[in-house]
């Protein structure tokens, strides 16, 4: 395989819409992955949060293989098991009566933004449609979650953005009650702003929040696309803030690496959504079903990969914490939950990325300063050893 070629051609034909590592993978397994060129690769990126059973998990691969003898795509017109099994299994498994699927995160926040006017503007008229976000938030890349992101460098260029959206502070109650007006219909939260930087509140904020939203009859919209399935240490982040929303979305880890997006909802919001008003052509399809199913089940199964998770998160964290002792004047802080954790730095993380893929080992630099950590829950000690001791080495070279 000409891996110079390759990346040749990835440059030449592909939209320069990532800066793309120097490297072809090829090949996965477990927590590792190879590039063309034979180079082992230790994964604590996992597919940006997607690769929650780690690559190849012979019970995902054995899903997408026997649906894909049977049936891989049927339309939407059409009922299907596995898209069933799913939505009754993530109905049981949280504060939801129904479930629309889509192909990824922005889709199913897209989806929960349109269900949320619509059933504000059918109860109370159509001058209800105001959606408050948070800044540092990100809820993606179409038109609509675009304006959704409080982010201003992810708007630059797509102007104009959409009506009807405003921003306050993450984690400050008072702002976001002073931000609400008559034509209020929705409250749009990460439970953790992964991609702001693991910013994470506290303790009682979304209590707060959830008490406001049910006082003044105002849907809470929880976007659970990165903290979802497993990644925080219960299967949805809302369980460790002792709070249901109205609206929850996920996607990332919920195919295990297929592409599925889902939007759940309470009976009495989702009625809002009749037949014509939304879909998707490749939402829930058999196969992406399949695949979100046996994730699903592989993660629920005697809750031992959601306790390894919390475990391994608290090890990965305690091993964080001593490097930070070890150089603190790199590094300002730590915090996450489960396997999602976030190390922020006294400058740009970049070239600590860069360092650690030169040594075999990738990981992510968010927020500018921030290095995010999101290991495929099957992580070991091992595993986290082996990180820490590259980025002992790179710190050691900052310093």
């Not at 190849?56 to 299907?80: D, E, F, G, M, T």
């Not at 030169?358 to 829950?377: D, K, Q, S, Y």
Request: net charge neutral; charged share 20%.
């Amino acid at each position: 395989m000409d891996v110079k070629k390759l990346i040749d051609d990835s440059n030449q034909y592909l939209m320069d819409t990532y800066k793309r590592f120097p490297v072809v993978l090829v090949k996965g397994r477990g927590m590792k992955l190879w590039g063309a060129d034979g180079k082992e690769y230790l994964d604590f990126l996992a597919g940006v949060a997607v690769n929650i059973l780690g690559h190849c998990h012979p019970r995902l691969v054995v899903a997408i293989q026997k649906q894909a003898q049977k049936l891989v795509h049927v339309s939407n017109w059409y009922h299907s098991e596995p898209q069933i099994k799913l939505a009754k299994l993530l109905c049981d498994y949280s504060f939801a009566d129904k479930v629309f699927f889509s192909n990824s995160g922005a889709e199913a926040n897209e989806a929960a933004i349109k269900l949320a006017r619509k059933h504000s503007k059918e109860r109370f008229g159509a001058e209800k449609t105001g959606i408050i976000t948070a800044l540092n938030s990100f809820h993606g890349r179409t038109m609509a979650t675009l304006t959704a992101t409080g982010q201003p460098k992810f708007h630059a260029g797509f102007e104009p953005l959409l009506p009807g959206f405003s921003y306050v502070p993450f984690n400050d109650y008072e702002a976001l009650k002073s931000a609400i007006d008559e034509n209020t219909c929705a409250i749009m939260l990460e439970p953790i702003q992964g991609e702001g930087g693991v910013k994470i509140p506290s303790d009682d904020y979304f209590k707060h929040v959830r008490e406001l939203c049910t006082r003044l009859g105002i849907l809470l919209i929880l976007d659970e696309i990165q903290t979802g399935t497993g990644r925080t240490g219960t299967l949805f982040a809302y369980e460790q803030y002792g709070i249901e929303p109205d609206i929850l979305t996920l996607a990332k880890g919920l195919g295990g690496g297929v592409p599925i997006g889902a939007t759940l909802a309470r009976e009495e919001v989702a009625k809002a959504f009749t037949p014509g008003c939304h879909g998707s052509t490749f939402g829930g399809n058999p196969l992406a079903a399949a695949a979100a199913l046996a994730t699903i089940e592989t993660l629920l199964e005697d809750g031992i990969m959601l306790s390894e998770c919390r475990r391994m998160g608290e090890y990965l964290m305690n091993s964080l914490g001593k490097l930070h002792k070890q150089f603190p004047k790199i590094i300002i802080s730590i915090r996450g939950k489960g396997l999602l954790i976030g190390m922020e730095l006294t400058r740009d993380c970049s070239m600590v990325v860069q360092a650690c893929f030169e040594r075999g080992v990738l990981i992510n630099c968010t927020a500018g300063n921030t290095l995010r950590f999101m290991p495929p829950l099957i992580v070991t000690e091992e595993d986290i050893d082996r990180l820490i001791s590259v980025l002992k080495e790179v710190m050691e070279r900052l310093s």
